[in-house]
């Protein structure tokens, strides 16, 4: 029976190694995946096809730390009378009328962001393009993070650019 | 590549479609070749070493039949081995016109190593004696061989690793850095250990299965042809999904999906069917399963390449898309070069023009108030017999008021256009004719 062994450990050796990839898809789609909206915005439209600046939705990324997503009121501005008979501009005029704010999920992440500090001003003041960091944005029909945003990128970028690499830059 | 960026015109989206089915196929053709010639030429050389040693002619018959397997002709060699060669390398740079990245020129070097490493191999193929008085220069040569193909293919598959990272694209790697990364290592070491399940399938299906009326073995030999086979065919099955593994783990996010985890997951399952045939080969007597090996070896093989391939779609889906739009934009233009030279008239009818305006530019505009875009009423004078601005205007918006979103281009043909702006200077001003002009 000794000689039957083999098969039992492959099963064991196979399917350990099946958990592992369920465990990397896993992780995938909790983690890293592009989440879903509250209403599927498309880049390719606003930002492809209508041409619509990045400065002119994320009003504070050449002001601040932090580049925001426009209000319902801003939406609205176009959207009160552009496809109105869509159903996601609908949905948009719900929390318009309901006067909510729209939760958008977070899609750009720094995984260890509570020790970083990283101003989205102090890059478009350096004339750094939006699509350095953020991709072929205009093209997304669903937006997602196509740069891994860690240390050692951000740290390439800095020494090509000549842009200050020591420590308190970032971490203050 | 230059030479791409200067004579190629961006793909449209089907035709890049069509390109990357042409890949996969060209892949499927080439690469369980060299695998199995990678494959059979090493555990050749190992098994005339140690007949070197230890003088046993079934290490001497093995080791002759099996580069006659993998090698049966040149025109094999040709069209599995060389001919996807300029395939690849064409699509590959159609693909990656446009980038910032220039590693395609390391196709046409890898190519060039492969197609001097099959040379070599034809040599040592042919100068190989049966009866094992083999001389070690003899057994270099197909060293030499080996090596150039491993180098070969490594670097071809590197060629394209930088595709799987957009965010390094703008960083100036040399060649090196570019062939040291570790998820290339990883997705070599998954070729190479596909290889191995792969040569070992073939000795299954080639000595024992297809051609069924050539008697390639003798007796004494065919015991340890099937357990070699299915030894090699265990090693590769066990040693595959690990690399698999890593390779998935360090592949960046940009390139994964949902997808890829699922046929990876499928990949293990057809390596664990392999698996458990080559198993049972070794614990019976008679060799069996060679047709069920080498099918599934051929499965596992497709599915690292459509895998590999949907990883880099993952990739680059923003690069595509910019090239798609391009032609997209290089259509329309030809379209109206063509329009503007064949001289066609092209008629203002007021009418057509109103038409238009109720159905396109009333989602944004109205004459006398303010809605996405200005009253017309207030921007339309400064037109007033300047038809051929406005008609430019309309055709290619710029921004000019800073109160205001940008105006999106129409995309109308140019008929309508002209019948739009009749119809609106008609509004605002009178005396405004139809005019046919060209």
């Known amino acids: ?172 | 590549m230059d030479i791409f960026n200067r004579y190629v015109l961006p793909p449209t989206r089907e035709h890049l479609e069509l390109l990357r089915y042409l890949l996969m196929l060209a892949s499927l053709i080439q690469l369980p070749f060299l695998g199995i010639v990678m494959g059979s030429t090493f555990v050749s050389l190992v098994l005339n070493l140690r007949d070197k040693d230890e003088a046993n002619p079934t290490y001497a018959h093995v080791a002759n039949d099996l580069m006659k397997m993998a090698m049966p002709s040149r025109v094999a060699v040709v069209v599995f081995g060389i001919l996807p060669l300029p395939v690849i390398w064409l699509v590959y740079g159609q693909w990656f016109i446009r980038s910032a990245v220039n590693t395609m020129h390391l196709v046409p070097v890898g190519a060039l190593v492969i197609i001097a490493g099959l040379v070599v191999l034809m040599r040592y193929c042919g100068t190989l004696r049966r009866d094992g008085r083999n001389s070690l220069v003899n057994i270099g040569v197909g060293g030499v061989g080996l090596a150039c193909l491993v180098v070969g293919t490594y670097v071809v598959y590197g060629s394209v690793s930088r595709f799987f990272d957009p965010e390094r694209w703008f960083l100036h790697y040399h060649a090196v850095r570019t062939l040291t990364a570790w998820s290339l290592i990883w997705r070599y070491l998954l070729f190479v250990a596909a290889s191995l399940s792969m040569t070992g399938a073939a000795i299954l299906f080639f000595f024992f299965k297809w051609p069924r009326d050539e008697k390639r073995i003798e007796g004494g030999d065919v015991r340890f042809l099937k357990n070699l086979g299915a030894g090699l065919a265990i090693a590769g099955t066990i040693l595959c999904p690990v690399f698999g593994f890593f390779y998935l783990f360090t592949l960046p996010v940009v390139a994964a999906s949902a997808g890829l985890y699922w046929m990876g997951g499928a990949a293990v399952g057809v390596l664990f069917v392999i698996f458990v045939y080559a198993y049972r080969v070794v614990l019976s007597p008679a060799p069996r399963f060679g047709g069920r090996s080498f099918v599934l070896g051929l499965v596992v093989f497709s599915l690292m390449i459509v895998g590999d391939q949907l990883a880099l779609v993952n990739a680059t889906k923003e690069h595509t898309a910019g090239l798609v739009v391009e032609a997209e934009q290089r259509e329309a233009e030809t379209a109206a070069k063509r329009e503007a030279a064949i001289g066609v008239a092209v008629t203002a009818d007021p009418v057509r023009g109103e038409e238009v305006f109720k159905t396109v530019c009333m989602t944004c505009h109205r004459m006398d108030e303010r809605l996405v875009g200005p009253s017309l009423q207030t921007v339309l004078p400064k037109y007033t017999g300047k038809m051929d601005a406005l008609v430019a205007f309309i055709r290619k918006p710029s921004k000019m008021n800073p109160d205001y979103p940008p105006m999106s281009a129409p995309g109308l043909p140019l008929a309508d256009v002209k019948s739009v702006a009749a119809y609106l200077l008609g509004q605002v001003g009178p005396g405004q004719r139809t005019e046919t002009a060209r």
Not at chain 1, 63 to 75: D, L, N, Q
Not at chain 1, 79 to 107: C, F, S
Not at chain 1, 149 to 170: F, I, N, Y
């Open chain 1, 1 to 172: 029976m000794k000689k039957y062994l083999g098969i039992p450990l492959a099963f064991g050796f196979f399917g350990f190694l099946v958990l592992a990839y369920v465990a990397l898809g896993t992780d995938y789609y909790r983690h890293k995946q592009a989440p879903d909206q509250p209403i599927a915005f498309s880049h390719k439209i606003h930002a492809g096809k209508v041409g619509l600046q990045c400065l002119f939705c994320h009003e504070t990324a050449d002001k601040s730390e932090f580049a925001g997503v426009p209000s319902v009121e801003k939406c609205m501005s176009c959207h009160k009378n552009v496809a109105t008979d869509r159903p996601e501009i609908q949905k948009l005029a719900g929390y318009w009328n309901r006067r909510e704010p729209m939760e958008w999920n977070r899609v750009h992440r720094i995984r260890v962001k509570k020790y970083v500090y990283f101003s989205h001003e102090r890059h478009i003041k350096a004339k750094v393009d939006c699509a350095n960091c953020h991709g072929e944005v205009k093209y997304m029909e669903r937006i997602r993070q196509v740069r891994s945003l860690q240390m050692g990128w951000c740290v390439s970028c800095h020494r090509e650019k000549k842009a200050p690499t020591d420590c308190l830059t970032c971490h203050k």
